[in-house]
């Protein structure tokens, strides 16, 4: 079978069956438990067709789990799922693909060492005498691209591993239209997107549903929801507190319904000014994973008290830079200077040591170890400060103490020191990370993408923390690519675009939409897009 | 990375290459293997030397090399006995291939194949004795290869279905074989070792055999060569080429994509799983009476570690089939070296020239760098409720 | 049942006396306990039971076959044996050097238990050592190889070229003792022909039949006439080599053109030594109750007649007489001392 | 997996890639993880059942090549035990000691597995750091004996240093893989096993060419003087002491507790959960893999130490060894690679090889049936769900999740 024919198929299949409804989807009444967590609680959710259809809501609010149960991962407990107006009951996502159901997980479920054509054909192979034909998927695999605009179709050879998220993303989305895929379930598929891939998303959303395709999109973004959604459900705590018309609701409103009382999106307030350098970084070369130079001489200063935004599109070198300079990812050349001292071949070990805090851009492979619990995971980084190690060995009562007390200040679901990483929501990993980097009472702070994929809530908590700790006369160097969040934290934007900083500005000064064009290093080469095929994707998100 | 290069270029490629292409590029993306070989050789000589009376003046005089009867070394029965040599090796090493790509790592080739010896050889004997036609010796090794399916079948639904540990599994199935397949020998003639038996007779291809050097390698040979190459190159095209090769491949990596396709990820692991058991059993029996003439069941057993060797040439050969073919060939070649010299007369302690092989493979991995692994290897899986 | 006696083992030591008590009758129990290389190695491990079993037929006798593979387990294994009290053995056979780290304590340590060791001996009046003298042998071997590498003989569809001189070995483990195999073959096939080629190779363990067929079609393919193998289990490979090749080789303990009859047709002769007779006779002393007559190192050469070169059973016939006449020659001048053959029945230097 | 497939090096000691560990590593870590779960009692459980069903199965055959089951059971029961009543345990008969003599080294060397394992570094090379240890254990006995004073403390003096050379000896020669993984990203379960080999060939021809005492064909070193011996309380004459037992057990909870309590043990076991976890904590992988492999050399080395010293008395041909190192592996994996349950497990497999041996000794059973109903022991042990059939479904770390 090739993807049109299936295109085809599944046209006429809503066309016929679907003139039982013009819901392409309905879920009734769902609740779904854990044990004795409720999941999912009466919820109800009707999928316009050719619509887009934006689930909002905290982390573990319910959101995935919904879909799960729309996708046949999960056995809900009451309530009926209609599809085209049928009563569906799948046993296994292969019955959901079957009646045109294609979900986009969070963790992409791809095979990395192979290319994106076998990934996207994967399980539905055309053959010709035998063999895997080919040349007759990659002729339907470019349709689709074609007509959807996905430029995966020039890496249909390319192994998926060296291909950065968005492109990932891309990927699974076109396996689902191969799929012949009616229904597209998107979970948090901006979570790892850069402001350029998240427009072309919506781009790609909106070819979509043209073509008579209903999407949900689970998102914490509330402009996000606002900007691409037709209609929006917020779940909390389980239940749906509500659905509204995207364009009849305003962001003050979605927030209190998300997080249940009221959210101020604050501007700054900064009190002290900056002082003394702390971190210094001259003409600074770094030489990426492919061999390449990523860094390609960087020269700033980080001062007391400051907090420098580097905003940029993934892959132009902030993960370098910020790895470099925590000692992570040897310096080709040029010098970091830390309060003085010559810190550039400086191991992570003594840079811990000397108060240097890393909030990874990978909680999941770097940030924790996911099958620790919470107490094992408060001495990660700690390893060699007092009290919790001495003379090498670890006085484990001292690392409980720490962790009680992260988990207590930073607010970490669930209470318990004794859960593993693995069953926290990221949100909540990600407040456990930023808890412990945070504890080691550290003078500098380089933070990659601290609040990606966390909730409103969180965000706000972990703002307001960093703020405290800028003001509190830290050095902060604050890597990431919500532009948002850079403009409302940093006190200096520095923009990177090929290993360079283009431009340092002042947040007052600009608006996002001048950051996004230096970014595209518009002003160095008129709209030509960085190869996306030179950048490659943070991994671990994807695991 | 050139060995990942070779593997990404087999995969990615379009179908229009010939097999003869993969294999020139294959051998060009390892260069660094081949240096690292002849490297090894110099220097291996080099030391035994060192460590024996042989002067070393005479190892550094060009005359010395220039002066030794290559053409007494190298000659067409060296190439002969290193392919039959090979051929055993290749064969397992496909099997455990098979099965690592898909996610089980068949650490219990060793056993498989020696099972698969003293089976061949104890149905070869009910059949007809000593004195088995080549039809009975045929018939023999296909019931070795179904018994081996069953054996493995066993593997399978523990490693797989039980999530038995595939390492202590694995190593199991060796003790297993150290034991009871004596022990069949046992049963049988009473004694850990089989009477001497019949093997298949070479079969000569009338004109092709006239061919100078290839004529007498290839087609006036052990008609088990041609099964083996078949094998290899087949496995490379299903590998490759099929979709039960990119089912395979996924199961290793990511079994949860595949499952989410909707394929069945336990149904994959287990053809893998049983076909590496079948074509190990196929080259024990080719041991015992394929190119051999019975079973040995003293000490390890005249399986004697090639089931080991087997593992190290598939990770050698970066899972490659037709690599892990050459790997194959280089330990055949290696070993069958090693005996050239003695026959001519270079007189080097053997217990050290032994491990010529096994140093080569050290030091051509320290140049080459990493074999992958797939991801997930040694994870049982189990789809979501 | 076996546990019944265990407990009290220490005491049974003297248990052992039943070696001289125990004659007058009643079951002698002897046990044997193989070499790392198992009993069914077609060498000497096979011909040391064979020699039991030979005296089992004449005595009221049962033999307790301990298959031991692994020599780390030698000292305690034959202390267990030692102690012993059901059955409580009147003779413990050692077979293989192996063992004699071990009996140098338990021999000492058990001093009513009688011991036989084979090709090997620890001074202890309760310890009957036995060497067999491979290097006598292995000449009269290299002898037969010699003469016959330089005649145009034929016999099946095997035969021999008088062009060249040349003649092949196949050892197991390249260590001193296959080494003493090698070096005594190569003096006595240049004892006949000075000039003569010798190819050697060695499997590098004693089961891999594969590899010793390899080294034999190896060594023909190199022009060898003749292959003399001294590998054990292993050493079988040569023969089917040496029929695809259609030369001839020479068999190594037992006559194996008799236990391997599959292969008489390129078996030339064999050399042999008779560790059965060996057995045999030692354990039917301790049957009759005097083990002491048998007790103490014994070098059993060409002399005593426990070692010598037999034509095969077919192609023997055919050999020219000069075969024959030769290795009588070198023979009676070993026995004389005036030929003195490299390396001696514990060594070589 | 930024880290994970561009560097070779990277690529091999992957596990990048957080919960999903690619690369060879989580060969490790699934291998861990799969009887992590288990309580201990469970596991114990689990040995027993499997014991049990593997000798019902080994009955059967047994029976049906016409031998008494009957008498093999009492045989294997008598050899592990040496009685059949608690009662004289310790009394008189030595089979106790002979089922203690192996668990020694059955311990020793699931340790030396256990630290690689735990580590995420898959060191399938045990066996030939134990023969390398070994050998360079004897070595310096027979060099160094001599020359010391005799006596109780001479032959501790001996002992000591030889037992250094020898953890010296292993470690050094685990270090090698370790770097070759670490700095140029060779495989190392290629490379340990290539070097399993090596060890024996070339042990074989260094002992052959320079240890081997005039008048005899067997290569092997002198038997040590008597002085350098380990004392025997109880059970003597029986080439088993407690002092190895000791060592054994010292070892096990040394290990234990360098893992759990400090900050070595903490940067081990993490990199093998999660190298990039680790590095990020500021642990360097490369060194880690080095330290790791020769941290689990030396143990295997200690292990040929005491293993001479204690069973041997000499050294002789390696290829002729039992296969502890690799029998080691099993025990390691039965016991979730923890030192500590490294202990039960080496008694269960010691039980097993003492029972076979007197099952050898003492009936007609051939040698061959009996290492086959081991090895169906193992393959059972190796399987736990079989034993968790009764419909419970548990969830086990080494899954996806
Ligand atoms: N597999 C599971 N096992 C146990 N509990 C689960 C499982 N999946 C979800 N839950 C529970 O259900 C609740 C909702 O989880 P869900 O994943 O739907 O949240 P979510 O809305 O997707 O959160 P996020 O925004 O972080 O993705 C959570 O509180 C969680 O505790
Ligand atoms: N295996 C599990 N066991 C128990 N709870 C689980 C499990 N997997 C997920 N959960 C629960 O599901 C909820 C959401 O999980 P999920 O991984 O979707 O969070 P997330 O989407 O990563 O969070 P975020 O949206 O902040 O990234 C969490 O609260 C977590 O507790
Ligand atoms: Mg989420
Ligand atoms: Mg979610």
């Not at chain 4, 109880?234 to 060592?247: D, N, R």
């Not at chain 4, 500590?340 to 029972?355: N, Q, R, T």
Request: proline share 3%.
């Amino acid at each position: 079978m090739s993807g049109t024919d299936t295109d085809d198929a599944g046209a006429e299949g809503s066309s016929t069956t679907g003139e039982g409804s013009s819901y392409a989807a309905q879920l009734s009444g769902i609740s779904k438990r854990f044990g004795d967590v409720v999941a999912n609680d009466d919820v109800n959710l009707d999928l316009e067709r050719g619509s887009v259809h934006a689930l909002l809501g905290e982390n573990g609010s319910g959101k995935t789990t919904l879909m799960n149960v729309l996708y046949g991962l999960y056995e809900q407990d009451e309530g009926t799922v209609r599809v085209d107006g049928q009563v569906r009951d799948f046993d296994s996502p292969r019955d959901a693909i079957d009646a045109g159901v294609g979900m986009i997980h969070q963790h992409f479920q791809l095979v990395e060492p192979m290319t994106v054509l076998q990934n996207v054909i994967l399980g539905t192979e055309p053959t010709r005498g035998g063999l895997v034909d080919e040349d007759a998927a990659r002729a339907d695999v470019e349709e689709i691209c074609e007509r959807y605009g996905f430029d995966v179709d020039e890496e249909l050879d390319t192994p998926v591993r060296e291909l950065d998220l968005g492109a990932q993303q891309h990927v699974e989305i076109v396996k689902s239209l191969y799929r012949g895929a009616e229904i597209l379930v998107l979970d948090e598929p901006t979570a790892v997107l850069t402001p350029q891939e998240v427009d072309g998303l919506f781009e790609v959303m909106a070819e979509l549903t043209a073509s008579g395709r209903s999407l949900i999109f689970i998102t914490h973004k509330l402009g996000e929801a606002m900007e691409a959604a037709d209609e929006i459900t917020v779940l909390r705590d389980g239940h749906a507190v509500g659905t509204v018309s995207a364009n009849a609701a305003s962001r003050e409103e979605l927030a209190e319904l998300m997080v249940g009382r009221e959210v101020l999106f604050d501007a700054d307030d900064r009190t002290t000014e900056p002082g003394d350098p702390v971190l210094t970084i001259e003409d600074l070369q770094v030489i990426g994973d492919r061999g390449r130079p990523t860094v390609r001489g960087v020269d700033c200063q980080i001062r007391e008290g400051e907090i420098l935004g580097v905003a940029g599109v993934e892959g132009n070198g902030q993960s370098e830079l910020a790895e470099s300079i925590v000692g992570l990812r040897s310096v080709a050349d040029g010098t970091v200077t830390y309060e003085g001292t010559d810190i550039t071949d400086a191991s992570r070990r003594s840079l811990i040591q000397d108060g240097i805090a890393y909030i990874p851009e990978d909680r999941q492979s770097e940030g924790l170890v996911l099958d620790y619990d919470l107490e094992r995971n408060a001495l990660l980084g700690n390893q060699t400060v007092e009290p919790f190690v001495r003379r090498g060995v670890v006085d484990w009562d001292a690392v409980g103490d720490h962790a009680e007390s992260i988990v207590e200040e930073y607010d970490v679901e669930p209470h318990d020191t004794g859960a593993m990483a693995e069953s926290l929501s990221g949100g909540n990993q990600q407040k456990f990370v930023v808890g412990r980097e945070f504890e080691h009472d550290p003078r500098a702070i380089v933070a990659a993408h601290p609040t990606r994929g966390v909730d409103i809530g969180s965000i706000e908590f972990i703002h307001d923390r960093l703020r405290e700790m800028r003001d509190e006369g830290l050095a902060v160097l604050l890597v990431s690519s919500k532009l948002e969040e850079i403009q409302q934290l940093s006190d200096r934007i520095a923009v990177m675009y090929e290993g360079e900083f283009v431009d340092v500005v002042d947040p007052g000064a600009v608006t996002e939409q001048d950051l996004g064009l230096l970014m595209t290093g518009n002003e160095l080469d008129d709209g030509s897009e960085p190869d996306s095929g030179t950048t490659h994707g943070n991994g671990g998100d994807d695991q | 990375m050139s060995s990942e290069d070779s593997e990404r270029g087999s995969q990615s490629d379009d179908g229009e290459r010939s097999t003869a292409d993969v294999v020139s590029d294959a051998v060009y993306d390892n260069r660094w293997r081949l240096f690292g070989v002849v490297a090894t050789l110099l220097g291996f000589v080099f030391v035994a030397a060192l460590l024996t009376d042989v002067p070393l003046t005479k190892l550094v005089d060009i005359e010395f090399w220039l002066g030794l009867p290559y053409g007494d070394v190298f000659t067409v029965g060296f190439a002969e006995r290193a392919l039959q040599a090979a051929m055993p090796i290749a064969l397992a090493a496909i099997g455990g291939l098979y099965a690592e790509k898909s996610g089980v790592f068949n650490i219990g080739l060793e056993g498989f194949m020696i099972f698969g010896a003293v089976n061949a050889a104890a149905v070869s004997w009910i059949l007809a004795g000593g004195s088995a036609s080549q039809l009975d010796l045929w018939i023999a090794l296909v019931a070795t290869v179904l018994l081996g399916l069953i054996y493995t079948a066993v593997f399978a639904v523990l490693t797989i279905r039980y999530k038995a540990d595939q390492i202590v599994a694995g190593l199991a199935v060796w003790f297993l074989g150290l034991g009871f397949g004596p022990f069949t020998a046992v049963v049988m003639w009473g004694g850990v070792s089989s009477p001497p038996l019949s093997s298949l007779d070479t079969v000569t291809v009338p004109v092709l055999a006239e061919i100078p050097v290839l004529g007498r390698l290839l087609f006036d040979a052990n008609p088990l060569l041609w099964v083996t190459i078949a094998i290899v190159l087949a496995s490379y095209v299903v590998l490759y080429r099929t979709r039960y090769g990119y089912w395979i491949q996924a199961a290793g990596e990511n079994p949860e994509a595949l499952d989410t396709a909707g394929v069945s990820v336990r149904r994959v692991r287990y053809a893998a799983v049983m076909f590496s058991g079948a074509v190990a059993a196929l080259a024990g029996g080719m041991l015992s009476i394929g190119i051999g003439n019975g079973f040995t069941g003293t000490g390890t057993t005249m399986v004697d570690g090639r089931g080991w060797i087997a593992i190290v040439a598939y990770l050698f050969g970066n899972y490659n089939p037709i690599l892990t073919a050459l790997a194959s060939l280089l330990f055949g070649a290696a070993q069958m070296l090693r005996i050239q010299l003695g026959t001519i007369g270079v007189d080097l302690p053997s217990s050290l020239l032994e491990q010529f092989p096994y140093v080569t493979v050290i030091v051509v991995l320290t140049l080459v760098g990493a074999t992958r692994v797939p991801s997930a290897v040694g994870e049982s899986y189990e789809s979501e409720e | 049942l076996s546990g019944s006696g265990g407990g009290d083992s220490d005491d049974d030591g003297d248990g052992g006396n039943g070696s001289d008590g125990g004659n007058g009758g009643g079951t002698t129990n002897v046990a044997i306990v193989s070499s790392s290389a198992g009993f069914d190695d077609q060498a000497f491990n096979t011909l040391a039971v064979e020699g039991l079993e030979a005296a089992a037929e004449d005595y009221d006798m049962s033999i307790q076959e301990v298959e031991e593979t692994s020599p780390s387990n030698y000292e305690t294994t034959q202390a267990d044996l030692a102690s012993s009290s059901n059955p409580n053995y009147d003779l413990i056979v050692l077979v293989g050097y192996e063992h004699s780290p071990g009996l140098q304590t338990n021999a000492a340590e058990y001093s009513d238990q009688n011991w036989m060791l084979i090709n090997d001996h620890v001074d202890q009046p309760n310890v009957a050592g036995r060497i067999w003298a491979n290097h006598e042998m292995s000449y009269l071997a290299g002898v037969a190889a010699g003469t016959m590498t330089t005649r145009d003989f034929s016999f099946a569809s095997s035969s021999t070229q008088s062009g060249s001189a040349h003649i092949g070995f196949v050892g197991g483990v390249d260590g001193p003792l296959i080494n003493a195999f090698e070096d005594a073959y190569v003096a006595g096939a240049e004892w006949v022909n000075s000039d003569v080629e010798v190819s050697v190779g060695y499997v590098g363990n004693y089961q891999d039949t594969q590899t010793a067929t390899n080294i034999a079609s190896s060594q023909y393919d190199d022009g060898a006439d003749i292959v003399y193998q001294a590998a054990a289990a292993a050493g079988e490979g040569v023969f089917p080599a040496a029929q695809s090749a259609n030369r001839f080789a020479i068999g190594v303990d037992a006559d194996q053109s008799v236990t391997l009859s599959e292969y008489q047709d390129v078996i030339m002769g064999s050399a042999v030594k008779f560790i059965n007779e060996g057995t045999r006779s030692v354990a039917s002393a301790v049957a009759e109750g005097n083990f002491d007559s048998v007790a103490g190192r014994q070098v059993l050469g060409l002399e005593e007649e426990a070692v010598e070169f037999v034509p095969g059973q077919t192609v023997g016939e055919e050999l020219p007489d000069d075969v024959a006449s030769n290795v009588d020659e070198a023979t009676q001048a070993i026995v004389d001392g005036e030929i003195t053959v490299p390396c001696s029945a514990s060594g070589c230097n | 997996m930024s880290s994970t497939d561009t560097t070779p090096a990277a690529s091999d000691d992957a596990s990048g890639d957080g919960t999903d560990a690619g690369g060879d590593d989580s060969l490790g870590r699934r291998a861990l993880a799969r009887l992590v779960d288990a309580s201990i009692f469970e596991r114990l459980g689990i040995a027993v059942a499997s014991t049990l069903l593997a000798l019902l199965i080994g009955l059967v055959v047994v029976a049906a090549a016409g031998y008494d089951p009957v008498l093999f059971i009492d045989n294997m029961v008598y050899g592990i035990f040496g009685t059949y009543s608690v009662a004289d345990l310790f009394g008189t008969n030595n089979r106790l000691a002979q089922t203690l003599r192996p668990t020694v080294t059955f311990i020793i060397t699931g340790v030396a597995v256990a630290i690689a394992f735990r580590a995420g570094v898959f060191n399938i090379g045990v066996q030939g750091q134990f023969v390398v240890g070994g050998f360079a254990a004897a070595a310096t006995i027979v060099s160094i004996a001599g020359s010391l004073p005799g006596g109780a403390a001479g032959g501790a003096m001996v002992i000591v240093v030889a037992t250094i050379a020898a953890i010296a000896a292993g470690g050094l020669y685990a270090m090698l893989p370790g770097i070759l993984k670490a700095y140029a990203g060779a495989n190392e379960i290629i490379t340990t096993i290539m070097l399993n080999f090596v060890a024996s060939g070339v042990v074989f021809w260094l002992l052959d060419a320079y240890f081997r005492p005039g008048g005899t064909f067997f290569v092997r070193t002198e038997r040590f003087p008597e002085h350098v011996s380990f004392p025997q309380p109880i059970f003597e004459g029986t080439s088993f002491s407690v002092v190895g037992l000791a060592i054994a057990l010292l070892t096990a909870g040394l290990v234990f507790w360098i893992m759990e309590r400090t900050r070595f043990g903490y940067d081990l076991v993490t990199s093998g959960h999660q190298a990039d976890a680790a590095s990020y904590s500021g642990v360097d992988a490369k060194r880690t893999i080095v330290a790791t492999m020769t941290f689990s050399g030396m143990v295997a080395g200690l292990a040929g130490a005491v293993y001479v010293i204690m069973v041997l008395s000499y050294f002789s041909d390696p290829a002729t060894l039992p296969t502890f190192g690799f029998d080691a592996i099993a025990v390691s994996l039965l016991a979730a690679n923890n030192p500590l349950g490294v202990i039960p497990a080496g008694l269960l497999f010691g039980g097993l090889e003492s029972g076979g041996n007197f099952v050898n000794q003492s009936s007609d059973v051939p040698r061959q049936l009996i290492d086959g109903v081991v090895g169906l022991v193992v393959l059972f042990v190796a399987a736990p769900e079989l034993f968790r059939m009764a419909g419970k479904r548990m969830d086990v770390g080494g899954d996806e999740q």
